[in-house]
């Protein structure tokens, strides 16, 4: 089996970092573009065409203010700006974009898991429709319960992509956030067929290869499923950030290699 492209999660100005370590692409940040200004959308739009290698993957979808979720959900503005994130993914030629932004799910008081389901869902399949026909797919990310209330396994991710049964929307697994949950990574073989994207860290939420994370294991799960997705490593860098990220980029096509 072919090794997956790897690539980095990190603002637009660390493209080039990433391009020295030997990095695939780019999984870029859309939060610090600030793209609901003029300027700053049309600014969006020149790094991107300038950028030293792909950006094959967008995350940290959402402001912090924004809510898809509860009495405070403002379709208007979230469709709005997933608009323009659209614009830029399609410029990209983008493969993924992450929704995690933890904030904008979480269950507010006075509100029923099953609301909350509901709302998430009906944001979804909107996100959906402005993806339709772009090439890039919306992997839901599974985020352990310290960051959100909603969406805390590769289950429940996989389980909401099932629900809505849309193309354009699957599921993420995030290895910091399984090992946080202390969710058994067999779970990324058993949804395997909902998976569509993949992030990594190791011990402190350090670069893949520098503590005691399990890849031989997880890697032997996500092969197993047939996964031939991107894999994005979403974490600080112990030491030097081009060393460290080369290293670990060493690391990782060994051990999925090995796997």
Request: hydrophobic share 45%; glycine share 8%.
């Amino acid at each position: 089996m072919i090794t997956p492209l790897l690539g980095w999660c990190g603002p637009l100005r660390h493209a080039p970092l990433m391009q020295q370590a030997g990095l695939d692409y780019i999984e870029a940040q859309l939060v610090p573009l600030h793209i609901e200004d003029d300027a700053a959308f049309a600014q969006a739009k020149s790094l991107i065409k300038a950028l030293p290698l792909p950006a094959l993957a967008f995350s940290y979808l959402f402001p912090h203010d924004f809510r898809l979720v509860g009495p405070d959900k403002n379709d208007a503005r979230n469709r709005a700006y997933f608009d323009r994130v659209v614009h830029l993914l399609a410029m990209a030629n983008a493969r993924v974009v992450v929704l995690g932004s933890g904030w904008t799910r979480n269950i507010p008081d006075g509100w029923t898991r099953r609301d909350a389901e509901d709302d998430f869902l009906h944001a979804l399949d909107w996100c959906a429709d402005a993806l339709c026909g772009c090439g890039t797919t919306l992997v839901i990310e599974p985020l352990n319960r310290k960051e959100s209330t909603l969406v805390n396994s590769v289950a429940d991710g996989a389980r909401l992509a099932h629900t809505l049964n849309r193309p354009e929307v699957r599921a993420l697994a995030d290895f910091y956030h399984m090992d946080e949950e202390a969710e058994p990574l067999g779970e990324v073989n058993a949804h395997a067929g909902s998976l569509a994207h993949v992030h990594l860290a190791d011990t402190g939420r350090l670069n893949p290869g520098t503590g005691s994370y399990d890849y031989a294991a997880f890697f032997g799960h996500l092969k197993a499923g047939g996964y031939t997705g991107l894999l994005s490593s979403e974490c600080g860098i112990d030491g030097d950030p081009v060393i460290g990220m080369r290293e670990s980029a060493a690391f990782l096509r060994r051990a999925w290699d090995a796997a």
